[in-house]
């Protein structure tokens, strides 16, 4: 009896169901708080060096050595192959069919953990939502979840429990899950997801009471509410030059082939970043909890350049970290570390919201609750750079106690997510995937072709022959052969061209010709040829296009099968049945 007839038949596939939520529940609460705590205990044994020794130049130093840490660990022990945070889930969904590396259990928490302790500048979300997934699909695959919308529900599951340990937010883990991860997954998939949410939530609450933010916000004034749609505006620009500044940067890096140089080179000039504006060190999370607590002035502690703390300097001095910070993170993962956009895109907003409210209120324009800006800003840089407005709109809620914004937070969220999203279709995590044609949508073809791999339906019992072989030989193949299409093939099995049985009706029968043709003389060129690695959806459209029932297939130029049209079409209709069918 195999693992998965055992579970079945002793737990029942809804029970099932339900356990392993509460287990990958529970194993991702248990990373996200490894890698919190990771990175509390390098940092504050950075602090306290740099404190003994009384030296601001170490601000320098310490997170251009933690990316470098980071470059050997992924060059050494990764084969320089990460796989970063959202990105790679979302690959993993499309491409993978819910499969995640082994190694995504740790690498993403060891890698973060080097980048961020040591100061780099980006989010721990992206990389325990990375965790999670590991979490759930691994043990999807090792109990005998075989049918990829229950390995693809776990493995959300996982993701949802990491957002929810780490923020001690649960609503916003499933509703991430929901808007991120699972855009085709039927409403009764949610129960995985509460319950798996819930579990981590409990366990880090239990064992680790470090939730970013705590807050409870005060009621805001309908009055203000032409200000708050001006807010909505400023902010989807800005998203917007976030999202674009994030690409430009990782094109920049991208086209440097040395990671070791990469990692000097984006190390140094982070370092001298956060040496100019020591806010920028880490998640940043701090800097916005002084905002919170309108504490506005200590963002400019330890900064070298200015001693003034004149109330405009400290708002302009916050639009500066609002600009930088995308750079800071962009150079931070583009050099070789490992973090996400999630936590910064809530520290930009942070700094954003501030600066509105702070320079009305100067201006003598209004009388805004800063703080409340400052809370509404992290959720709409949120929803404009990730594109998640539902999952924004309810973390910030849980996380600040911010209920009693609920209407400005639609609003502003709403207003900035339009806006971003008619210029930037795509969010800071699906881009690159979508400008590779490697994104699942919300086609349900396109999902299920993305799914598919050609080099599961390749057909190799086809008889090859040479193209110095005579017609006697050809003859000799169709007698023995059940297909209608011959491939012919070099010595070194290069595809030369093929031969159809259509092709050859009027000469087959003629004895005389079979010792004077040559299969060089009747073969032709097929129509189109496809490659092993190429996507299901150009297999179809060559399909479509060429009119064949077959095409051949090659692998490193060489001949490796044939496909058939009429078994790749039923192949995907079984598929399209199976995936209809909600997991319970």
């Known amino acids: 009896m195999t693992l998965t007839d055992w579970r079945l038949k002793y737990i029942g596939k809804g029970r099932s169901f339900i356990l392993i939520s509460i287990i990958i529940?529970?194993?991702?609460?248990?990373?996200?708080?490894?890698?919190?705590?990771?990175?509390?205990?390098?940092?504050?044994?950075?602090?306290?060096?740099?404190?003994?020794?009384?030296?601001?130049?170490?601000?320098?130093?310490?997170?251009?050595?933690?990316?470098?840490?980071t470059t050997i660990y992924v060059q050494v022990f990764q084969k320089g192959n990460l796989g970063r945070g959202v990105t790679n889930i979302l690959y993993c969904i499309s491409r993978k069919s819910g499969y995640v590396e082994k190694d995504k259990l740790y690498s993403q928490m060891v890698s973060?953990?080097?980048?961020?302790?040591?100061?780099?500048?980006?989010?721990?979300?992206?990389?325990?939502?990375?965790?999670?997934?590991?979490?759930?699909?691994?043990?999807?695959?090792?109990?005998?979840?075989?049918?990829?919308?229950?390995?693809?529900?776990?493995?959300a599951c996982g993701a949802a429990a990491g957002i929810s340990a780490i923020f001690n937010a649960p609503i916003a883990g499933v509703l991430f899950a929901l808007e991120i991860l699972l855009v085709d997954m039927p409403l009764p998939a949610v129960v995985p997801l509460l319950i798996s949410s819930a579990s981590a939530a409990l366990i880090s609450k239990l064992i680790y009471s470090g939730q970013p933010f705590v807050l409870i916000t005060e009621s805001w004034q309908p009055e203000h509410i032409l200000f708050y749609v001006i807010?909505?505006?400023?902010?989807?620009?800005?998203s917007v030059y976030a999202i674009r500044t994030y690409f430009y940067i990782d094109f920049l890096f991208a086209g440097r082939r040395s990671p070791y140089l990469k990692s000097i080179v984006g190390g140094t000039l982070l370092g001298g970043l956060i040496f100019c504006f020591p806010a920028l060190y880490g998640e940043g999370y701090e800097s916005v909890q002084k905002l919170l607590h309108s504490d506005a002035v200590s963002l400019l502690d330890n900064n070298p350049f200015f001693s003034s703390t004149s109330a405009w300097l400290v708002t302009l001095f916050a639009v500066v970290l609002m600009l930088l910070k995308v750079i800071a993170t962009s150079?931070?993962?583009?050099?070789?570390?490992?973090?996400?956009?999630?936590?910064?895109?809530l520290f930009m907003g942070a700094m954003c919201g501030f600066f509105f409210s702070h320079a009305i209120n100067l201006l003598g324009l209004g009388n805004?609750?800063?703080?409340?800006?400052?809370?509404?800003?992290?959720?709409?840089?949120?929803?404009?750079?990730?594109?998640?407005?539902?999952?924004?709109?309810?973390?910030?809620?849980?996380?600040?106690?911010?209920?009693?914004?609920?209407?400005?937070?639609?609003?502003v969220t709403g207003l900035t997510y339009m806006i971003t999203k008619y210029f930037e279709p795509w969010s800071v995590?699906?881009?690159?995937?979508?400008?590779?044609?490697?994104?699942?949508?919300?086609?349900?073809?396109?999902?299920?072709?993305?799914?598919?791999?050609?080099?599961?339906?390749?057909?190799?019992?086809?008889?090859?022959?040479?193209?110095?072989?005579?017609?006697?030989?050809?003859?000799?193949?169709?007698?023995?052969?059940?297909?209608?299409?011959?491939?012919?093939?070099?010595?070194?099995?290069?595809?030369?061209?093929?031969?159809?049985?259509?092709?050859?009706r009027d000469i087959i029968f003629a004895d005389e010709l079979y010792d004077e043709k040559y299969i060089r003389d009747l073969m032709r060129q097929p129509v189109s040829i496809l490659d092993i690695n190429d996507h299901m959806l150009d297999v179809m459209k060559k399909f479509e296009q060429s009119e064949s029932q077959y095409l051949p297939v090659t692998e490193k130029n060489l001949y490796a099968g044939f496909i058939s049209k009429s078994k790749l079409f039923t192949q995907y209709r079984d598929r399209l049945i199976k995936e209809s069918e909600i997991p319970t």
């Open 429 to 504: 995590y699906t881009k690159k995937l979508a400008l590779k044609g490697e994104l699942q949508g919300i086609d349900k073809d396109k999902i299920i072709l993305n799914r598919m791999q050609l080099k599961n339906y390749v057909e190799k019992d086809f008889i090859p022959l040479n193209e110095n072989d005579t017609l006697q030989k050809l003859v000799d193949a169709i007698t023995v052969s059940k297909k209608n299409v011959f491939p012919v093939v070099s010595g070194e099995n290069k595809l030369l061209g093929i031969i159809q049985l259509d092709d050859v």
């Open 112 to 155: 973060s953990i080097l980048t961020v302790g040591f100061g780099g500048s980006a989010g721990l979300e992206a990389p325990i939502a990375a965790t999670g997934s590991a979490v759930g699909s691994n043990l999807a695959v090792w109990l005998g979840f075989e049918d990829v919308k229950e390995r693809t529900l776990l493995l």
């Open 25 to 69: 529940g529970m194993l991702a609460a248990l990373g996200g708080v490894i890698l919190k705590q990771g990175v509390a205990l390098i940092q504050n044994l950075i602090h306290y060096i740099i404190a003994y020794y009384s030296s601001p130049y170490l601000f320098v130093i310490f997170p251009a050595v933690g990316v470098f840490l």
């Open 231 to 238: 807010f909505g505006l400023i902010a989807a620009l800005f």
């Open 368 to 411: 805004l609750n800063e703080v409340n800006f400052t809370v509404i800003g992290m959720a709409s840089f949120m929803a404009g750079i990730i594109h998640c407005p539902l999952t924004a709109i309810f973390l910030i809620a849980e996380i600040t106690g911010g209920y009693a914004l609920f209407v400005p937070l639609m609003i």
């Open 331 to 345: 150079v931070t993962v583009g050099a070789g570390g490992n973090g996400g956009m999630f936590g910064s895109s």
